[in-house]
């Protein structure tokens, strides 16, 4: 069985960035809730669209997220699970449905995030993050991986990512502190750079 890893942290942490070489290198699934809801943002389902919660930074309802993931956990043979669980109950839920090899943390200060966050481009073809300074493509607007264009999330402005952290500290900081208490969260420093940050949790999961 590959491995079933968690990857935790803000807003901008670096979570897709890592969990892509993860996915590579490992062989194993990238399960993200975030691309999952953004490939269905007008799905008209009970709760509304997905996309009248994103726009605004809020959490989509636990429903809407918690299929999505019973779904793509149950279809993989090992993954590495970004973006859920963002809330407590979510965390209960993920409890039920599966266990898990490794609980990573990637730790970014606020300022650091915000910076991140209004500058990240993604390619509109393949899901590739690329960041206006930190992480720029060949050339400007395109991308390096399949020639697609680049562009802004709706949700990466300024005010929607001041909205995103302080939803992040309410309901996302809860389900690192239980992580925490269970003693199962590996903390690393996600200020590092992409390849700095990779060798950290490699050294974490070869052990795992
Ligand atoms: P998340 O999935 O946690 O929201 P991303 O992986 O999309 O985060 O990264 C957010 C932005 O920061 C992207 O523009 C990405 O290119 C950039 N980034 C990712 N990791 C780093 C890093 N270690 N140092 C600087 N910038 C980074
Ligand atoms: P980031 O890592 O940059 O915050 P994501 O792509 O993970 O962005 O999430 C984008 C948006 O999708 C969130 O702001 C939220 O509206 C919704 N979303 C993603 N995952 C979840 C989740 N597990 N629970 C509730 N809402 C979610
Ligand atoms: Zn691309």
Redesign the pocket.
């Known amino acids: 069985m590959g491995k079933r890893i968690l990857l935790l942290?803000?807003?901008?942490?670096g979570?897709?960035t890592q969990s892509k070489r993860l996915a590579e290198t490992y062989d194993v699934e990238h399960v993200?809730?975030?691309?999952a809801?953004?490939a269905n943002k007008d799905m008209e389902t009970e709760y509304g669209t997905?996309r009248s919660?994103?726009e605004?930074?809020?959490?989509?309802?636990?429903g809407?997220?918690n299929e999505i993931?019973e779904a793509a956990l149950a279809d993989a043979d090992g993954y590495v699970l970004?973006?859920?669980?963002?809330?407590l109950s979510?965390a209960e839920y993920l409890t039920e449905i599966t266990d898990l090899d490794a609980v990573l943390y990637l730790k970014v200060a606020e300022d650091e995030l915000v910076e991140r966050?209004t500058g990240?481009r993604v390619c509109s073809e393949c899901g590739t993050n690329f960041h206006v300074k930190f992480n720029q493509p060949e050339e400007e607007g395109v991308c390096d991986e399949c020639g697609g264009e680049l562009v802004q999330?709706d949700?990466?402005t300024e005010e929607t990512v001041r909205e995103?952290l302080s939803?992040?500290e309410e309901n996302t900081e809860p389900v690192i502190e239980h992580y925490r208490d269970e003693g199962v969260l590996v903390e690393i420093d996600g200020e590092q750079t992409p390849d700095e940050v990779f060798d950290d949790i490699e050294a974490v999961l070869d052990d795992a």
């Not at 970004?82 to 809330?87: L, S």
């Open positions: 942290g803000a807003p901008g942490a979570k897709g993200t809730t975030g691309d809801l953004r997905p919660f994103m605004k930074g809020e959490l989509v309802p636990d809407m997220v993931v970004d973006g859920y669980p963002r809330n979510q966050l990240r999330r949700d990466d995103r939803v992040f």
